[in-house]
């Protein structure tokens, strides 16, 4: 190598997730699939994810929709149930769901990264004021300032042995999707979608299987023809028998007889001369 000569860099797939998602089982299947290609991981929150995408700070990301489709792909993966967080001796912990009628007489908390799409009013009373994030609202609900309505995911997230959550209704749901730029679909980018689809590694849109990873014997050998019997060995076979019909003896074939097939060369009486 000679001093301007720069070695080239090994690929790495940059992944970005939202506050809730898990990647393990799909970053798992990736280090098996593709070994040689270093996944490396971003926490990012919610509302910086289109931006970080758009910035090529990552090559994919797992995100909450909406997503502005202008000039991003997005494949919705699942649904999240929308529960409400609550203290433990609240009302709502001695029952299995509730509606968002049910929480009409509590001040329900509304923080500024809510990731749920709220296209109504909102459940229960309005707090005083709006808490800057998810996990400033979960510490007001342990204090006994209000409730949270959030998605399961991220109730999971803040635990807390002081506090639980039921299912709720009538509320909007969290979606999360896999997004990336349009313009920036790699064939790293086409592994990952495959990955998160359940696709094989031998799909037809995945890697391919090369022909020395292929199972032997999955391919049965023909079988070879059978030779052909030659002409004069079918004519040797096909010699004719002996005429059945008439009783004639081939050996006498050539000698005189009538058509009776009266027998030669016997010792009988010479014939007289006339």
Known sequence: MTGSEVPLASPTFRLAYVPGVIPGKWVRIWNERLPDV??????????????????????????????????????????????VLVPKDH?????????????????VLHPLDDTLDWEGPLPGL?????????????????????????????????????????????????????SWPEERTTDL???????????????????RATPAQEQPGSSKAKPKPKPKRSDAAGAARRKPAADKSTGRNPRSAGSGGGAGGAKSGGRGRPGRRS
Not at 189 to 207: A, L, M, P, Q, W
């Open 91 to 107: 009302l709502v912990a001695a029952v299995d769901e509730v509606s968002a009628a049910d929480l009409a007489d509590d001040i």
């Open 126 to 178: 309005p707090a005083k004021e709006r808490p800057a994030t998810t996990a400033d609202a979960v510490e007001l609900v342990a204090a006994g300032v209000g409730l949270l309505v959030l998605p399961q995911s991220l109730a999971r997230l803040h635990h807390r042995k002081d506090l639980t959550y039921r299912p709720v209704s009538d509320t909007p749901e969290s979606r999360v999707a896999l």
């Open 189 to 207: 980018v086409e592994e990952f979608i495959g990955i998160v689809r359940g696709r094989t590694v031998n799909s037809s849109r995945g890697r």
């Open 38 to 83: 270093p996944l490396t991981l971003t926490a990012i929150t919610a509302a910086d994810a289109e931006d970080m995408l758009r910035a090529g700070e990552a090559d994919a990301g797992f995100v909450r929709l909406p997503v502005d489709r202008t000039d991003l792909s997005a494949i919705p993966l699942y649904t999240e149930t929308t529960v």
